[in-house]
């Protein structure tokens, strides 16, 4: 069996952030580079999958760093695509050479890669290289064996996973979960250091500036900025007579456990004729995918709906919701209530549970045939898996992961484009906000990341359309075996409190977590680094890749305060920071603050909150 991994060389920016300079180009000094930790992740479970194995990167002539890295572990055969043509390329152009390289090479079974990338963790280019070479995709995969000629993927979703039966050929993307890196042994270090690595150019395999490059790219980035951490003021346990019941007392005082009055936990009151703003009746210029949940619109959905009324009326006005299953008829009324002007209905028994390629083929059908201006996917395990593969099937630009929308102009050389949807994300880490543009490709696309938009009720009487549903012999080609989920894990969204635990964590410590949110009554979540040494399910991650919360308390166990987490915890109420190490970033972005290891602070915590325990939210 013959597989190719795609390796990407990043700065390392868990070791050292990235600037903007002046001009408003990426300023790598400070971190240096690396093999990105997700593809290391790919290139082991490749390793334990198949007979021969290729690395191959698209890359400066440093990238080869990171190729002879891949020998060294045990790559058969290591493969650099560069070219100057290459500079600039989108996500899109990026799919165009890598699958041009993977055809050079011939002969492929599996191409596998991580589960995005550390400076940009977009998660596009699995299924963008899946699309292009007309293969099924599984993505944020932590198992997967091969059975004849099929590979059985079991991925991670939200709250829990799903197994897959995917036939070869097949692309796969590999979560951090799964197939912990093997170190190189001193042979293949010998073995690397005299190793050829295979350089290959544009001409090569056959490519042009028509399909790659910065010019070709349907995505343009317009500006980019410094992301700088807030700084709370920490106050410290232990400091000035500051104790744990003084803490506790605080924390009360703040109203740190009282539960919030969110929308989504209010009873809807029954659409009635005289709370409704009248229907946009033309065609809707703004769509929402939607995700069904317990046989109904996800919370994710819901707050896409409700940004996309404010977005809409500047690119022509209205608003669509998607929605794909087997019975989706229940979405019509909850769309309606959150601005949906139209519900399009596409219901087949094929369409349920979710599968990528015939969920792709629909919309995409449907976007061809009625041609809105934008389209906004969930950045959830679903929305990650099916954006980029219908971005790549209508040739357009995707940005992911966004935390905010808006349309404004746009000039660039000369000409003003009007009216563009400005989509901020953001990168490196979460050290850098960048400001993603589609200028001429239609539509304009993004995954957005669930939690950063209110949720309103803003009600509509929508009208009902379907949608054709016309799928090809191969569509259905990938079977759900199985899929299991604990709702109770689902969503961090709606926790008034959160415990986090970290890196500073290990297995025989991780109960105290349990066991703080027992004492509070909060929800259980997970840095990265948590999630990486398994000690809680990726569903449960906070962060850059995972979910983005703002309870009214959050506590940080053992966790750094990495960009990459931050970002999905910073805009919490209240942020207690518990580590021990005082030079923590964690630190600076915390009110309180306990310097210590997590076996000695949190039982000294809980024994504080018994004291003077507060009412668990209802």
């Avoid at 390793?47 to 690395?55: E, G, N, S």
């Avoid at 966004?402 to 009216?419: A, N, P, Q």
């Avoid at 001429?440 to 995954?447: D, G, K, S, Y």
């Avoid at 309870?551 to 207690?576: E, W």
Wanted: aromatic share 4%; with cysteine.
């Amino acid at each position: 069996m013959k597989a190719v991994v795609l390796v990407k060389q990043v700065p390392d920016l868990r070791r050292g952030g990235v600037g903007v300079r002046a001009d408003g180009t990426i300023d790598r000094a400070a971190a240096a580079p690396i093999t990105n930790p997700a593809d290391l992740h790919a290139l082991e479970a490749a390793l334990q999958l198949a007979d021969d194995v290729c690395a191959l990167s698209m890359g400066p002539p440093q990238a080869e760093s990171a190729l002879r890295g891949a020998l060294e572990i045990g790559a058969h055969r290591a493969v650099l695509l560069c070219d100057h043509l290459l500079a600039g390329s989108d996500t899109w152009a990026t799919a165009n050479a890598l699958v041009a390289a993977i055809e050079w090479i011939g002969g492929v079974d599996l191409v596998l890669c991580g589960i995005s990338a550390l400076d940009g963790e977009t998660g596009q280019v699995g299924p963008s290289v899946a699309q292009r070479l007309g293969w099924p995709q599984a993505t944020a995969c932590e198992s997967l064996a091969i059975d004849g000629r099929s590979l059985i993927a079991r991925r991670v979703v939200e709250g829990g996973y799903e197994r897959l039966r995917l036939p070869l050929p097949a692309v796969v993307t590999v979560g951090e979960t799964g197939f912990a890196p093997r170190y190189p042994t001193l042979p293949n270090r010998r073995r690397a250091a005299a190793a050829t690595i295979e350089r290959i150019g544009a001409a090569d395999i056959g490519i042009d500036a028509n399909s790659v490059g910065l010019a070709a790219s349907p995505t343009k980035v317009a500006k980019m900025v410094s992301s700088p951490l807030p700084d709370r003021g920490c106050r410290y346990v232990g400091s000035d007579g500051f104790g744990y019941d003084d803490l506790v007392a605080e924390l009360i005082g703040r109203s740190a456990f009282a539960p919030r009055d969110e929308v989504a936990q209010r009873t809807p009151t029954p659409l009635s004729v005289t709370s409704e703003a009248a229907a946009y009746e033309g065609d809707a210029s703004v769509w929402v995918v939607g995700q069904m949940t317990e046989g109904t619109l996800d919370r994710s959905t819901l707050e896409l709906l409700s940004q996309a009324t404010q977005l809409a009326p500047a690119l022509g006005g209205g608003v669509a919701a998607v929605v794909l299953g087997a019975e989706v008829g229940a979405a019509v009324d909850v769309a309606g209530r959150h601005g949906a002007d139209v519900v399009y209905l596409a219901e087949s028994p094929a369409l349920s549970p979710y599968r990528a390629e015939p969920h792709a083929r629909v919309i995409a059908d449907a976007i061809r045939a009625r041609k809105p201006d934008s389209v906004l996917f969930s950045a959830t395990t679903t929305g990650r898996d099916l954006a980029p593969r219908v971005a790549s099937m209508l040739n357009t630009g995707l940005a992911a992961d966004c935390t905010d929308l808006y349309i404004d102009d746009w000039t660039r050389r000369g000409v003003t484009y009007e009216r563009l949807l400005h989509m901020v994300r953001p990168a490196m880490a979460g050290g850098v906000l960048a400001t993603c543009l589609c200028p001429q490709a239609r539509p304009q696309m993004a995954t957005v990341r669930p939690g950063v938009f209110e949720l309103r009720e803003l009600p509509r009487r929508p009208r009902v359309e379907s949608l054709a549903i016309e799928l090809s012999a191969t569509d259905e080609r990938v079977d759900v075996l199985e899929r299991r989920t604990s709702p109770a894990d689902v969503d961090l969204r709606d926790a008034d409190v959160v415990i986090a635990g970290g890196a500073g964590c290990d297995q025989s410590s991780w109960h105290l977590i349990e066991d703080l949110a027992a004492a509070i009554g909060g929800k259980i979540a997970a840095s990265r680094g948590a999630v990486e040494a398994r000690l809680a399910p990726r569903s449960l991650q906070v962060g850059q890749t995972g979910a983005t919360v703002r309870p009214r308390l959050y506590v940080a166990c053992g966790i750094s305060g990495a960009l990459q987490h931050a970002v999905g915890m910073q805009d919490s109420t209240t942020i207690v920071a518990i580590n021990r190490d005082p030079e923590a970033v964690v630190f600076r972005l915390a009110n309180f603050g306990i310097v210590a290891d997590v076996r000695e602070a949190i039982p000294q915590l809980v024994a504080a909150l018994d004291q003077r325990r507060p009412a668990p939210p209802s």
